[in-house]
T-cell receptor
């Protein structure tokens, strides 16, 4: 069964600290993996998208990694800001005939001053 | 939120009434999608459309209907047949439907509450 699991479910950190969010997937065949940021009550906004051959991609203070062998991805946030408080969603696109997006349930991050 | 607008932001309806959620995009994208988001669950696909006058059921289409008469518009009707309609509804679009690295752009969402 195609699944995307994220951990932790929620996380509280102090402003200025770093954090890492995890994503494990069992999607096959794999096409690409995306990380989205969703502010409360808003639509998701794309942070990064990685294909099979990419193992690191950065977007400002956000760095995503992908290990296609172990089917794991992580999103590292550096020097967190209050505006980073949001839900972070890992999404895997299944390739081939399936060709659909499989969404994780998200990690809710709260950055406190 | 890109060039996708959803209206209204909040919608309240009584049980048994049909309600239509609006989604408009000015990105000239061919493909459009409707998702439902519930607490503790990942987004679930309701319907999608690859091109005008064509649409396909997603994973949870029962109790919903859509139309795609114009490229820029993809309204979703939540019918009285939908057993648990209260949710956050998200519309999205992408240049093409194909499973490449095409980005999906999401609208701001509509929170529907049915009592």
């Amino acid at each position: 069964k195609n699944q995307v699991e994220q951990s932790p479910q929620s996380l509280i950190i102090l402003e200025g600290k770093n954090c890492t969010l995890q994503c494990n997937y069992t999607v096959s065949p794999f096409s690409n993996l995306r990380w989205y940021k969703q502010d409360t009550g808003r639509g998701p906004v794309s942070l990064t998208i990685m294909t099979f051959s990419e193992n690191t991609k950065s977007n400002g203070r956000y760095t995503a990694t992908l290990d296609a062998d172990t089917k794991q991805s992580s999103l590292h946030i550096t020097a967190s800001q209050l505006s980073d408080s949001a839900s972070y969603i890992c999404v895997v696109r299944a390739g081939g005939a399936t060709n659909k997006l499989i969404f994780g349930t998200g990690t809710l991050l709260a950055v406190q001053p | 939120d890109g060039g996708i607008t959803q209206s209204p932001k909040y919608l309240f309806r009584k049980e048994g009434q049909n309600v239509t959620l609006s989604c408009e995009q000015n990105l000239n994208h061919d493909a459009m999608y409707w998702y439902r988001q519930d607490p503790g669950q990942g987004l679930r696909l309701i319907y999608y459309s690859q091109i005008v006058n064509d649409f396909q059921k997603g994973d949870i289409a029962e109790g919903y209907s859509v139309s795609r008469e114009k490229k820029e518009s993809f309204p979703l009707t939540v019918t009285s047949a939908q057993k648990n309609p209260t949710a956050f509804y998200l519309c999205a679009s992408s240049p093409r439907l194909a499973g490449t690295a095409y980005e999906q752009y999401f609208g701001p969402g509509t929170r529907l509450t049915v009592t």
